[in-house]
């Protein structure tokens, strides 16, 4: 065994003792050890306990623990510490910028179990309000997190959309005369990318790929045949796809869809050589046009063989947003600061606010007082905005019984609750179900939030019966969140059409904990259209005035069958 290894088990075993309050004394004394068998100029591996205690920085206590280790591959005392640690809190433990003092902050203060949960609460801006941490060093670990999420090799839509649009729009001015497009999963908005893909249709191939090569748009350039293949600054791997421009079409289709979408919708057209649009190959095949974001599969074929396609949801359908955070609760900005945004920059017609509720401590969670207290600030600026409405909600914790953890005569207050499962994540797939279920069923819950509680690319959501939830949905009128932090983007859409067919309305939402956090929507709306979702089947593009009529309505109808 060389010096290294063995000068990480001793670090970490100091880091340990440091999150679980060890003696400061021994801290100081193994991780002075660690430090010294790294820097050692000759190796340790086979010295006797006399040797080992001889070496500076060492002593009798270290050295044993040094031949337990070459004995039997561990110490007892490390693996008691790892033990009693969630493996996700030793892994936090390797981010840059924060040492065993402030995991233990985020561990024990937060709740907060393993990186992706640490990067959600990053963007949630919830670090900000445990002791030692500040704006700047929030920054600093969801930025080491980030670059390693990049490192994967996998990245979330949103976090590369950006870098996409500018190459795409770098492209066109270096060579305005090409047709361009995305491809690929990128043009489907599939949620989590691995490769970005673009095509180009050109009338000289050589000299656009020359071309392309000639500058610095990618990093790792290099070509096959007329193929560039190369990678973003973030780490994306792109594929630069250049044909001649009569092959630009059916080549766009069949880098655009998955294999199964393609493969049905070619089988139908037969052999087409030139294409002069997309639409003109689903014209071929005897199909109304399908959307990019919908060729995931032959779902949608027949549908478009009887001309009864969607018409999909767009951003501009949305006039109001539920579902947000204030200063009230973890959020970065006042009440009034996230209502005036909506009104006046979104264009938004009304607010809904729903800060957590009181069993979630850990991001101030309301009391029943304050509760109260915020009802009558709603109160007060409803008076002053004019043809805009905030309505009073709540985050409800979901408990482990499936209740909700208000009394009824404060839950009754609420013109909408959004129920949503924060803690006890580690349940079987029935209890979790059942959970779920009896909070679907509570009279006062308007719609389940985040319905598997998952990160993407960090944490799986809690395992449920997805077909026994939605169906308990469509029974009790739930509606469902579509959650649009890119992080969540939960209801998941393979399970988006499902609902629809069940009825169950849908709620596009972006928990918003800032005011650039309703930014969001548009994500969620990317989502809600791989799913299928029409404005008639989205709550919140309901007008004000016909929300308000669904949210009364549905109060009295549920309560008076209660």
């Given at each position: 065994?060389?010096?290294?290894?063995?000068?990480?088990?001793?670090?970490?075993?100091?880091?340990?003792?440091?999150?679980?309050?060890?003696?400061?004394?021994?801290?100081?004394?193994?991780?002075?050890?660690?430090?010294?068998?790294?820097?050692?100029?000759?190796?340790?591996?086979?010295?006797?306990?006399?040797?080992?205690?001889?070496?500076?920085?060492?002593?009798?206590?270290?050295?044993t623990k040094i031949v337990e280790l070459f004995d039997t591959g561990s110490m007892a005392e490390l693996d008691e510490f790892l033990d009693k640690t969630p493996q996700g809190v030793v892994e936090m433990m390797g981010i840059k910028g924060i040492g065993p003092k402030k995991v233990g902050i985020i561990w024990h203060e937060l709740g907060i179990e393993n990186i992706g949960e640490l990067y959600y609460a990053c963007n949630e801006n919830r670090l900000v309000e445990a002791k030692g941490f500040g704006l700047k060093t929030q920054d600093d670990i969801r930025k080491v997190i980030e670059f390693t999420m990049a490192g994967l090799g996998k990245h979330l839509y949103a976090k590369i959309e950006p870098d996409a649009n500018a190459l795409l729009e770098n492209i066109k001015k270096l060579i305005p005369e090409i047709q361009i497009s995305f491809a690929g999963d990128y043009r489907r908005y599939v949620e989590i990318i691995d490769k970005l893909v673009i095509v180009i249709g050109s009338t000289n191939i050589q000299n656009t790929v020359n071309t392309i090569l000639s500058v610095s748009l990618l990093e790792n350039a290099n070509t096959d045949e007329y193929t560039i293949h190369g990678n973003l600054p973030n780490g994306l791997g792109v594929e630069i796809v250049c044909v001649e421009t009569s092959n630009f079409y059916k080549t766009l289709f069949t880098l655009t869809g998955n294999e199964e979408h393609v493969s049905a919708v070619l089988t139908r057209a037969g052999n087409i050589a030139v294409a002069e649009s997309e639409e003109t190959i689903y014209k071929s095949a005897g199909l109304q046009y399908i959307e990019p974001e919908l060729r995931e599969s032959d779902t949608y074929i027949l549908d478009a063989e009887n001309n009864t396609l969607p018409q999909l949801i767009t951003l501009n359908d949305l006039k109001g947003t539920l579902h947000n955070h204030s200063t009230w609760s973890d959020g970065i900005n006042t009440l009034e600061e996230m209502a005036l945004y909506c009104r006046d920059e979104l264009k938004l017609?009304?607010?809904?606010?729903?800060?957590?509720?009181?069993?979630?401590?850990?991001?101030?969670?309301?009391?029943?007082?304050?509760?109260?207290?915020?009802?009558?600030?709603?109160?007060?600026?409803?008076?002053?905005?004019?043809?805009?409405?905030?309505?009073?909600?709540?985050?409800?914790?979901?408990?482990?019984d499936g209740s909700l953890d208000y009394p009824d005569e404060i839950l009754s207050r609420f013109d909408f609750i959004v129920a949503s499962v924060h803690s006890i994540l580690k349940m079987d797939e029935e209890k979790a179900t059942s959970r779920l279920i009896k909070a679907i069923e509570n009279p006062y819950t308007t719609i389940l939030g985040h319905p598997t509680g998952r990160l993407l690319l960090s944490r799986d959501g809690y395992p449920i019966n997805y077909k026994k939830v939605i169906d308990a949905c469509a029974v009790n009128n739930v509606v469902i969140e579509i959650n649009a932090n890119p992080l969540r983007l939960d209801l998941d859409w393979r399970w988006q059409k499902y609902a629809l067919d069940k009825g169950v309305w849908l709620s596009i939402n972006p928990d918003a904990h800032r005011k650039e956090g309703f930014l969001d929507m548009h994500y969620g709306v990317l989502v809600a259209r791989k799913g299928g979702l029409t404005k008639e089947k989205c709550l919140n593009s309901l007008s004000l005035p016909e929300i308000e009529s669904f949210f009364n309505s549905r109060k009295i109808n549920k309560l008076s069958n209660s």
């Open positions: 065994m060389e010096n290294k290894p063995i000068a990480r088990k001793l670090r970490l075993l100091s880091q340990l003792m440091e999150l679980h309050d060890a003696n400061p004394f021994k801290i100081k004394s193994v991780a002075n050890a660690a430090f010294k068998v790294d820097k050692l100029p000759f190796p340790i591996a086979g010295k006797s306990l006399a040797e080992l205690e001889k070496i500076e920085g060492v002593g009798k206590s270290i050295a017609n009304y607010l809904g606010m729903c800060d957590h509720s009181k069993s979630a401590f850990y991001a101030k969670g309301l009391s029943i007082e304050r509760v109260l207290q915020q009802q009558e600030e709603i109160d007060h600026l409803n008076k002053k905005l004019n043809g805009f409405k905030i309505f009073k909600g709540i985050e409800s914790d979901i408990l482990y």
